[in-house]
């Protein structure tokens, strides 16, 4: 579930799953995040750096192929579930 806490937070699912050797963590909202730690807290570190790098490389990939065209850009808020 994703919520706007204020303008600059969002709230993501976080899934952490025990394994023999730590913790394989992933967010269900978000394709591609993921990772994994041999403590929770490390998985926790690992997964928020995760969330950064794939939103970082949407935008890129996002300016990259729509370069030259005209865009309409406004921020989406949704409604909490």
Known sequence: MIRCLRMSQMSLSAVFLKV???Y???VEELPG???QGETLEEARA???EAVTMVLDANRT???ESLA???VIRETLILPAA
């Open 24 to 26: 394989i963590a992933f």
């Open 33 to 35: 995040a993921n990772t």
């Open 68 to 70: 030259g065209a005209q």
């Open 20 to 22: 023999p050797e730590g």
């Open 46 to 48: 690992n997964l928020t």
């Open 61 to 63: 990939l996002s300016a």
